[in-house]
């Protein structure tokens, strides 16, 4: 018995891609044969999902696509230093069950007018019913083939059934015999897949294709690692309220790691010191570096027109491509900013600075009853504040249709991942709203096309106001 991996995803994957494994086993051509994938949460006893996947049809493999299972323990963070719901680390054990024969070779031979059988040591008892399969399909003894029952065992490795010896035609014909219930033999976890990790990012069907994780996993020297998130390395800029809640794959490095923000007015860093495979960073107003090079909080303010940042260590040497951000300062004629959650799990944002719509629409439903009025004097008379036409639900709905002020082409290409994100919210004052966006299409503009670009979107927010009826 053995089993060999043939694929499987990397350690660190896209928990919305296909996570598929798969395996092969000497014993898949094995009656009633299926491999067993058993997922836990990493290094417990914890188990979150087990299949038993039959072989594929073409070349016997098992094969198994986790994807919508480990989904379902992946969500979102927002200003957190460790970003535990973005990420989750489970062991993947591949184990396998076939119906567990015993196979003969021998002569088959005659005890007191019944079929004797020689073979592998079995477990059979008196009374056991049992099923023989010949390996000519009972060709040549039709009557040896099926359903029997075990009338006396001579030892560990010969047993006699209630075949009649009369029906055997020839003796030489090899079998195999089970148990007539096909029972199985399981064995679980012949192959472990430990300290595996899936986060709550998707990349294209294109981008798929080429998806490493050394990309992602800061862990040597290089100014050519990403942060987990799509987010422009130039041309995307933030006006002075928004936030950036950016997630770092620093792999469990807590030693002499920073994250350095640099300002027109100052220069912050954030140490590293999560000793899990993520960490979460804000930049923007609201973060709250823990060493302050130069300048003051908040890292940025009306002075501010450029934010940039990178990994590196402390003799600064980079462990991460340079991100530049552009503080927009223009006057804001409204001070709405979508939040979202974009294709690799972090939480970025776009301001909408220019006119802004708020419309409602209102649902109501509403039964005709009968007006009892009252007697006075004899006469039948009603006061004029009693309900006929009655309302007994009111729901209310608002929409906010909201414009951005001109953009480049990167945050163009950028504004996609707001308009498709399944978490969106809307910051009113200092309040983080949950709504959604209800555009069902766009236009990706290019700079050779359009010179300015601008975009408009609508969003609801996704809980309705209560009536008092």
């Not at 056991?128 to 039709?142: T, Y």
């Not at 015999?177 to 990349?203: H, M, P, W």
Request: charged fraction near 15%; aromatic fraction near 14%; include cysteine.
């Amino acid at each position: 018995m053995a089993m060999t991996k043939i694929a499987e995803v990397y350690d660190f994957a896209p928990a919305y891609n296909p996570l598929m494994f798969i395996y092969n086993s000497t014993n898949k051509n094995k009656l009633g044969f299926k491999y067993i994938f058993q997922v836990y949460a990493s290094g417990t006893a914890t188990k979150i999902g087990e299949y038993k996947v039959l072989p594929r049809f073409s070349d016997g493999y098992g094969q198994i696509d986790l994807s919508k299972l480990l989904q379902s323990q992946v969500t979102f963070n927002i200003n957190v230093t460790n970003p535990s719901d973005c990420y989750y680390n489970y062991d993947v054990k591949i184990g396998e069950e076939y119906i567990q024969g015993v196979a003969y070779s021998s002569s088959l031979t005659n005890n007191a007018g019944f079929v004797k059988i020689t073979s592998a040591t079995h477990t059979f008892v008196v009374g056991d019913q049992v099923s023989i399969k010949q390996a000519d399909d009972g060709l040549a003894n039709p009557l040896i083939e099926g359903l029997f029952v075990v009338k006396s065992v001579q030892s560990s490795t010969q047993f006699t059934i209630s075949a009649l010896w009369s029906n055997v035609n020839n003796a030489t014909i090899d079998g195999n015999v089970y148990f007539a219930d096909n029972r199985k033999t399981q064995t679980l976890a012949i192959i472990t897949e430990s300290d595996k990790y899936v986060f709550n990012g998707v990349r294209s069907w294109v981008d798929y294709t080429t998806y490493n994780e050394n990309q992602y996993l800061i862990d040597t020297f290089s100014n050519t690692k990403l942060f987990v998130t799509d987010l422009p390395t130039t041309g995307f800029s933030i006006t002075p309220t928004q936030n950036l809640w950016l997630n770092v794959a620093n792999n469990f490095e807590t030693s002499d790691l920073y994250c350095v923000i640099y300002t027109n007015t100052g220069q912050f860093r954030y140490s590293i010191t999560n000793a899990n495979i993520m960490t979460q960073v804000c930049i923007g107003v609201d973060g709250n570096p823990d060493i302050i090079d130069a300048g003051a909080l908040p890292m940025v303010d009306e002075n501010t027109t450029s934010i940039s940042f990178q990994l590196v260590n402390d003799g600064f040497d980079e462990f991460s491509q340079y991100y530049n951000i552009d503080i927009d300062q223009r006057c804001r004629i409204n001070e709405y900013d979508v939040y979202f959650m974009d294709r690799m799990g972090s939480i970025a944002s776009f301001g909408f600075s220019l006119k802004s719509y708020e419309n409602g629409t209102i649902a109501r439903q509403t039964y005709n009853k009968v007006n009892e009025g009252f007697v006075s004097s004899q006469m039948w008379n009603y006061a004029t504040t009693e309900f006929g036409q009655t309302a007994y639900s009111i729901q209310l709905d608002k929409t906010f249709e909201l414009n951005t002020d001109w953009m480049s082409e990167e945050s163009n290409v950028y504004f996609e991942q707001l308009l498709t994100s399944p978490l969106t919210f809307v910051k009113f004052g200092d309040e983080y709203i949950s709504c959604q966006v209800t555009d069902s299409s766009f236009e990706v503009n290019r700079r050779r096309n359009k010179n300015l670009i601008r975009k408009t979107i609508t969003i609801k927010l996704a809980n309705q106001n209560t009536i008092n009826v």
